[in-house]
């Protein structure tokens, strides 16, 4: 028999398996923050959008699918952080919005605005995009400023039937002024340039592009690589909110992190993997002058390593959503969830998960049965 417990690790599975797949697919906003620095012409221009219009929905999709999953699994995290770090998620999701607008209205006949408009929101949303999904993330980590009180729901407490209340009026802009969480911001934001540099050089037929995404694969590596760096040693030596199992208490822990990595080896061999692999297809492109397919290593290394890191934040009795004012409130995998019922419900429709990945695969292969060019472009008429 399936038992609750098991239904929860289930989902956190789920969860951190989608934030490495966001993560990945972030190339398509790593390559908008480099629209202009990578090209230097109209066409160039033109090219790089359409590499990236043919992939946006993707991105758009997997974060859509994030938030609902995360919702209907987890609900307290999805009202105490959605609710509570209201700015921090309304300015990232705003800027999917004007991505989304700008995909589609900078090519169209009568733009008032012009494509330049639109594609200054395009390079907004790749660098705010990807930089505050980072900020959120540490802040699994670094905690943020709540209080949970479950009593609210039946009237019990003073705050009527709100459950959750943020203790910082700035509503999520608050995590700026940790600089671990800038960090990791940093890092997600020149890692989706980086597999961006990557995706253009498998992708593209065009000389001059290739080798300018060659050289950016080096410039926006190697500072991904020092602030990933910064924030995973921070991290590891820091301390962590752990759990009595038996109580359900939080309390600090020196370097718990890193004990979850000792205690759980499988997670941390996968962890060094990823991490390899993401290394690999960074310098090997960059000193290789006739490898292209880096995209795959180090796409594929930072969905494991992500997903391995949200593993960390929270298995082995460790709070995945840490209250850094009242470590009690803070939120785990079993105070937060979904019922039984509901999270086995769930778990049925997730074994539809496959079929749909492998129709994206085929989809995603069905459109790069060769390498998009400037020709190609004067030949379709749904290019934007």
Sequence with gaps: MITYEFLQHYWWIIMSLLAGLLVFLMFVQGGQSMLNSLS??????????????????????????????????????????????????????????????????????????????????????????????????????????????????????????VISQWQNPLMGIELLANPRNIALGLAILFLARTTAS??????????????????????????????????????????????????????????KYLKNFIEMPAVLVLFVLGVLAVLYGIFNTAFNSKFQNGIWFTGAGAVVAVTMLFLVAGFNNTAYYPSSIDPQSSLTIYNSSSSQFTLSVMAGVSLLVPVVAGYIVYAWRALEKKKLSIDELESDGHAY
């Excluded at 910064?230 to 020196?254: C, M, N, Q, S």
Aim: zero cysteines; charged letters at 15%; glycine letters at 10%.
């Design 40 to 161: 230097r012409t109209e066409d160039e221009k033109r090219l790089l959008i359409n590499a990236m219009g043919r992939k946006w929905e993707y991105t758009f999709t997997t974060l859509v699918v994030f938030g609902g999953a995360f919702f209907a699994s987890f609900p307290l995290f999805y009202s105490t952080s959605f609710g509570g770090a209201y700015w921090a998620w309304m300015i990232m999701l705003f800027s999917f919005v004007v991505q989304a607008v700008s995909y589609e209205f900078q090519s169209k006949p009568g733009n008032i605005f012009g494509p330049k408009t639109y594609r200054t929101l395009l390079f907004l949303n790749g660098v705010i995009g990807t930089f505050l999904l980072g900020v959120i993330a540490a802040s699994f980590f670094t905690g943020s400023e709540f209080i949970v009180g479950k009593g609210n729901i039946a009237g019990l407490g003073n705050a009527g039937p």
């Design 198 to 255: 990557l995706f253009f050089l498998h992708r593209l037929h065009h000389e001059v592009l290739e080798k300018r995404s060659r050289k950016f694969v080096l410039y926006n590596g190697v500072p991904f690589a020092v602030f990933f760096l910064v924030f995973l040693i921070w991290t590891l030596v820091a301390e962590g909110y752990a759990v009595d199992p038996r109580t359900g208490a939080v309390d600090l822990e020196p370097m």
